[in-house]
């Protein structure tokens, strides 16, 4: 349609509607051309999709949003336009729900193949002989993209951070590298078993440093099947040195080895800053336990410190972004952990030690096989 055409339409249908008298008091009462109104003009998709998935009613803003025509989406299944990663997780999490509506972010395929951030809000809505989900959703690409910028720079943040406990990692074995390799100048026997102790030393400076590249490389978003307990113990290495040098000990309690559908560097970010936090409270040493277990079809770590715990009044801001207590702290931290958990249909509970300290507890849904 030309622009000269398009106006034309808006101000026929603007005509239309200026003639309606009524009354109405819901949307099912309104006259039929500003429901057409609605729908031609809604920045939202509304949906209604029967109980098995299949597409019953689609407003023409699809066709805006993601380039479909609604006749060729009708009859089709809604898990078509979706990325496949999200599939099996929104229909385990859907098995589960007993609260309705249910908000949630996915991300969807136009009909070029791009993938467009969505988000949805959906009910279950129940009558005699069938039940039906009615949802609307909308594109959240531009949040998507700040959120993208804030994460980078709190990954840049975080990699300075750490690199002066890993400085301090790194040259213990750079030193006693150096003492080998002048011993072995002054023509030294044994020299197999220096040998081997000095490929250790380096694969150790290796594992450190390229653990420290991972997290601060921007890489795009990839979600792969993973396990937890791998992830869990790269972030303990690359915080062990920090810990160290405050005292404190980490210690890890696995329970089953939990299969996630996540971007492995996005879940490191999330642990990374909830122990870097724990660390940050325990300046003068003390204990961080992570422990993990499944529960249903969750798998659940708990990130317990032994720090000062979190009043009441910080309680509420604690998600929101730029908010810190910290001389250095950028407040962004537990702002990307919850978007990092929205990502993977998680979620970030924050509870009070009986004895001293908080919990930082993340719950992410289990992959299944
Ligand atoms: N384990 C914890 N115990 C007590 N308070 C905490 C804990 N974790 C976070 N907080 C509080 O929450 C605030 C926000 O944390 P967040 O990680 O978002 O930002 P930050 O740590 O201040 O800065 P950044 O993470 O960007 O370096 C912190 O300033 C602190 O007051
Ligand atoms: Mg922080």
Redesign the pocket.
Known sequence: MSEDDYKTEKKKQAASLNSIDFDARSLAELPSPMLQWIDQNGFDIVFVCSNDGMIQYISTSITRLLGYLPDEVLGTSSLTYLDSCDVPILKNRFKSVVEWPQRFHFTALDNRGKHIWMEASISLIEEEDASYYVGVAKDVSDKKEIEEMMFRS?KM??AG?LAAGIAHEIRNPLTSLKGFLQLIQAGISRKEEYYKIMVDEIEKIETITSELLFISKPVAENKEPETIHEMLQDVITLLYSQARLQNVQISFEKGANSRLLCDRSQIKQLFI?LI???L??MPNGGKIDIRQREEGSDCIVDVV?E????PDE?LAK?KEPF????K????????ICTQILEKHHGALDILRNDTK??T?RVSMPITPI
Do not use: C, R, Y
């Open positions: 709190e943040s975080v951070q800053n870097k936090n724990a940050e409270e410190d720090g000062p715990g979190i910080v604690l908010f810190t207590t910290k250095e702290g950028t407040g962004l931290g537990l702002m300290g908080s930082f």
